[in-house]
């Protein structure tokens, strides 16, 4: 089992400074994370702490509401893959959703796939704030758009990953979209237990207490 591999090493927070990207970064190279994962506005430095290294950088796009406009998510999913993004981890309008405006929330996510071409794109689908039967929507619109990924949380709303989301959210998706499980995993024994029912990523800022054999 190679944890490292599995891990999107992550600093959201709004008072994150420079300096804690900095170390975020080189924590992400010593510890052969895959990605680490940034605001839009740390991008730049991020692909600089990281140049000539294996490590990704994963954007967040419309976070951590997923309420504005198609065209500005679209303008920052663009601005974060021209800043060096490999992938875009975009929050899924959730309003939109409750409201049954089900042609655009795929349409929203179809465009944003698009627009970004080959880099990865993952949906947040905010499972806090869904019905059982919302997630089962969320999931099948953001594979019906192509997205790569579904991904269960913000970490900034009312909870986080939980093992019944992520099973549900496989039995929806199959293999037709991978897994990220985000929001609140911060031991080797959780992470194990999600990569158990099948998901290919982690988001965490926990990621070095996860590696610990404790």
């Known amino acids: 089992m190679h944890l490292h591999t599995y891990i999107d090493h992550t600093l959201l927070k709004p008072t994150a400074t420079q300096r804690e990207i900095k170390k975020l970064c080189k924590e992400a190279v010593q510890h052969k994370f895959y990605a680490v994962c940034v605001n839009g506005s740390f991008v730049q430095l991020a692909q600089a702490e990281l140049k000539g290294s294996t490590v990704k950088i994963a954007a967040v796009v419309g976070f951590p509401l997923g309420a504005m406009t198609t065209r500005t998510k679209l303008f920052e999913a663009n601005e974060c893959v021209r800043n060096g993004a490999d992938e875009i981890d975009m929050v899924m309008n959730i309003g939109w959703l409750k409201s049954g405006k089900y042609e ?111």
């Open 104 to 214: 655009w929330v795929q349409k929203e996510i179809t465009e944003i796939k698009k627009s970004i071409g080959e880099k990865i794109l993952k949906v947040i689908i905010e499972t806090c704030f869904l019905t059982k039967e919302e997630k089962i929507l969320a999931c099948e619109l953001a594979v019906n758009a192509k997205a790569d990924f579904v991904k269960t949380s913000t970490g900034f709303g009312t909870g986080g990953a939980t093992l019944g989301d992520v099973k549900l959210m496989k039995d929806i998706v199959g293999n037709r979209a991978l897994i990220k499980a985000s929001g609140g995993i911060k031991d080797r024994t959780t992470a194990l237990k999600y990569i158990a029912l099948g998901v290919s990523r982690l988001g965490t800022s926990s990621g070095i207490k996860l590696l610990s054999t404790e």
